[in-house]
Nanobody
Framework: QVQVVESGGGLVQAGGSLRLSCTIS????????MGWFRQAPGKERERVSC????????YYPDSVKGRFTISRDNAENTLYLQMNSLKPEDTAMYYC??????????????WGQGTQVTVSS
């Protein structure tokens, strides 16, 4: 059974930093493309970042480019999202997701339960 568990969310002031982590069990981690998504109340889900199986390719939308960094440790089955210069508009539930076949899929196969990030102004 695949388990996806995010951690590291919390309350931070604008301009601050957080590091999200995602650990996965039940699959071969380095066979999977990984991504972070977020969803704020009343808004559509947004793809925040993607990383390919070996970490060679990454993607960021303009809304987070230059502030967020995705990385992975395949030996530890862990995905990270370093978030710097946080803004109130980054407030959302953040989800980790995995897909074996598609890099940067909009509908990954496996999802975590999410970790809340709240940025105060």
């Amino acid at each position: 059974q695949v388990q996806v568990v995010e951690s590291g969310g919390g309350l931070v002031q604008a301009g601050g930093s957080l590091r999200l982590s995602c650990t996965i069990s039940g699959l071969t981690f380095d066979d999977y493309n990984m991504g972070w998504f977020r969803q704020a109340p009343g808004k559509e889900r947004e793809r925040v970042s993607c990383i390919s199986r070996r970490g060679i390719n990454t993607y960021y939308p303009d809304s987070v480019k230059g502030r967020f960094t995705i990385s992975r440790d395949n030996a530890e089955n862990t995905l990270y999202l370093q978030m710097n210069s946080l803004k109130p508009e980054d407030t959302a539930m953040y989800y980790c997701a995995a897909d074996r076949n598609v890099y940067c899929s909009g509908s990954p196969r496996y999802w975590g339960q999410g970790t809340q990030v709240t940025v105060s102004s």
